[in-house]
Structure formats: structure tokens, C-alpha cells
């Protein structure tokens, strides 16, 4: 073999793959709270939507989109110049990411949050500025954000609620990272990923107010499409105009997006709104009981999911009982646990009641 010079850009060569531990997870005896996915399959007309899709098998053909932007602006409750669907809420941040972000621009990413906001940065070759969620709540670093943002920024996260902490960030903290952004030209990347568990934390309303604005939603936790990999941007039109240069014009399968149509159907919006709310107001408040009396120690979210303290053996034990729930690494000794239906969830602590128990002997 003949030895050249270097042909990788430093800040790929110098970073490791983000490998979620994401296989021998879909048998179907499995109660799946490790991803943050939706514990059910979407409703039947998704569902049905693919099937038929299937069964025509014309994959021959590249996809076309007819109304799907007007379909999602419709959900989301604004224009269809301000979306532009993506592969996922991963494709959203990586091209809001590669629009704004060159080698040795400062991009402020809170730590720690969810690993993809950090991963597309470090491929643009970002020097990331990380303040920390702290205290015995996991407070947002507000001040520290704002002390960050300077000439050299281009980008500022937001996560919001944040992955893996579950931190609500107030409105106003959220627009004043935003006036200040703007301020020194960077972009802000509200990470929307859980709005619909937390409704009255978005700032969709400030897109028309603020030309530096991009928020990423997902359709993965709320409409249980995580399969199929759908999740958009939404901005001002001309920022959306941009973002179109760099995401490629038959990204979205077509599967995917005959399943997002399917939002055209006020049973599907209320399916998710009827899961949501199971979640919200039957679920939470009965995993949050349970885990006060027994000394479970969990920090406040606005999510639908909780990061615990780990009690030692805890993953072990739910895992040998079909129960599938991840280890976080920061903070050390933590444990995400996704809240699911009030039949997962009974069975859930059903489960660790029996931890509880064999550790208590
Ligand atoms: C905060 C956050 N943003 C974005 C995503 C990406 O979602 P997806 O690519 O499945 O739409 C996730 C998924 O876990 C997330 O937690």
C-alpha cells in the first residue's frame, strides 16, 4: 500500500461514532423505556398509510411530496414556507448545524444534553463551549450561556425540555439567549424534540420575531413513527429557503412521508394527543409518587421521561426482566428512564417494587 498524507479533516478523524447501544432491543416481550420512543405503534391509519405504500411496491419511483409541508405547517401551527421536513430531528440539527458552523467557530452546547446536537458541531469542526447543568436540580446554565456569547459564535442549543436531564427552559431565558445571539450573528437551535410533552415551554410564536430563530421537532416520541425517521425545521421562510440548499431534494423517503400525511387526519393528532396526555397526567404524577416514597431520587422534568440516580444493580435487574431502560454516563451513577402508558407504567413498578424488596432482604 502506497502511504500518503492524511486524506480525513482533523475534527472527524479525532471524534468516535455515536453508538447508542440500539441493537437486540425490538423482541416483541420487551417494555422499551431506554430510547424515548412511544411504548405503542402508531395509529392505524399510519399504520395503514405504509401497508398500502407496501403493497403497491412501486419503489421504483423517487419520492415525490405533494402537500406534505402544508400538512406539517398545519400541525405545527404556521406557514408552509417556515418547515422544511427532515430525516428525523437529526437531520434537522445537522443542517442547521452545516448552514451556520465552519472549522473553529464557537458553538454553545449546553452539557449534558442530547449526543447528535454535539456530534454535527464536532463534524463542522466547532470549538463547543459546554456550561453545565448544575445543582441539585440540574438548573440550566443561563448565565453562563449568556456570558458565552460572543464575537466567534455562531451558533447557541437550546434543548428545551433538555435530553437527558428533563430541564425546562423558561420562555424568557430562551429569548434573551436570542437577542443576545443575535447581537454577535450567531444562529439559536431550540431543540424542540419534546414539545408535546411540554407545550408551553416553545417559542414557535418568535419565529416572525426573530431572524436567528431555528427550532427541531420530531415526530418519534409523539406519533411513534421513530421506524421511519421524520422530524423538521421550523424558521422564518428565508432561513428555510437556505436550509433547502443543503438538505438533499429526496432525503425523506417516500414512506415517510405518506406516514407524516397522515397528520391530515384529526384521529391521528388526537392519538397522539390522547398518548401524551396518558403520559403527562396519568403516568408522571403516579411514577413520581412512587418514586418519593420509596427514596428514589429523580430530577424534575417537563419531559416525558425521568433521569434518576441510580440505585446500584437497578438496569441490571430491570433488564433481566424484560425491562429496558439506559444508563446515562453524565451525570455519573444516573439512569433515564421513559415514561410510558399507565399499563407500562404499573408494570414498570410492579418491577422495581421486586427490586426494592430483593435489596432490602
Ligand atoms: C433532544 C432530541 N432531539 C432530537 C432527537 C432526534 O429525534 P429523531 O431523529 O428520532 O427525530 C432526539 C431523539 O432522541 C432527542 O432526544
Not at 409523539?222 to 428565508?238: D, T
Amino acid at each position: 500500500m502506497i502511504q500518503e498524507g492524511e486524506i480525513f479533516r482533523r475534527p472527524v478523524k479525532d471524534m468516535k461514532p455515536y453508538s447508542p447501544p440500539i441493537e437486540g432491543r425490538s423482541a416483541p416481550n420487551f417494555l422499551r423505556l431506554d430510547f424515548n420512543e412511544r411504548t405503542r405503534p402508531p395509529h392505524h391509519i399510519v399504520q395503514e398509510a405504509v401497508r398500502d405504500y407496501a403493497a403497491r411496491g412501486e419503489f421504483q419511483i423517487y419520492p415525490e411530496y405533494g402537500d406534505l409541508n402544508e400538512v406539517i405547517a398545519n400541525f405545527a401551527g404556521v406557514t408552509s414556507e417556515e418547515v422544511i421536513p427532515a430525516v428525523g430531528g437529526d437531520q434537522a440539527i445537522d443542517i442547521i448545524t452545516r448552514l451556520l458552523v465552519k472549522d473553529g467557530d464557537g458553538v454553545i452546547i449546553p452539557a449534558p444534553t442530547f449526543a447528535m446536537l454535539e456530534e454535527s458541531s464536532h463534524v463542522q469542526g466547532a470549538n463547543i463551549i459546554a456550561p453545565r447543568y448544575s445543582g441539585p436540580n440540574l438548573k440550566f446554565p443561563f448565565d453562563e450561556v449568556m456570558e458565552a456569547i460572543k464575537p466567534g459564535v455562531k451558533l447557541v442549543v437550546v434543548c428545551n425540555p433538555n435530553n437527558p436531564t428533563g430541564t425546562p427552559v423558561p420562555k424568557e431565558q430562551v429569548e434573551a439567549i436570542i437577542e443576545k445571539a443575535a447581537k454577535v450573528s450567531a444562529g439559536v437551535l431550540v431543540d424542540e424534540a419534546y414539545n408535546d410533552f411540554a407545550p408551553e415551554l416553545t417559542v414557535v410564536g418568535d419565529i416572525g420575531k426573530y431572524s436567528n430563530l431555528f427550532i427541531v421537532r420530531s415526530l418519534s416520541k409523539n406519533m411513534g413513527i421513530s421506524a421511519l425517521r421524520a422530524g423538521y425545521v421550523i424558521s422564518r421562510a428565508e432561513n428555510i429557503a437556505e436550509l433547502r440548499k443543503i438538505r438533499g431534494p429526496y432525503d425523506l423517503p417516500t414512506v415517510t412521508a405518506l406516514a407524516i400525511k397522515t397528520l391530515r387526519n384529526p384521529e391521528v393528532v388526537a392519538d397522539i394527543d390522547a398518548y401524551v396526555s396518558e403520559v403527562m397526567t396519568d403516568s408522571k404524577p403516579m411514577l413520581e409518587d412512587f418514586y418519593r416514597r420509596n427514596n428514589i431520587k429523580f430530577f424534575p422534568s417537563s419531559a416525558g421521561f425521568h433521569l434518576l440516580e441510580e440505585p446500584p444493580g437497578f438496569i441490571d435487574f430491570l433488564r433481566a426482566r424484560n425491562i429496558l431502560v439506559r444508563r446515562r454516563p453524565d451525570p455519573l451513577g444516573t439512569v433515564r428512564v421513559s415514561i410510558g402508558t399507565k399499563e407500562d407504567t404499573q408494570a414498570y413498578i410492579k418491577v422495581v417494587e421486586e427490586f426494592l424488596r430483593a435489596r432490602d432482604k
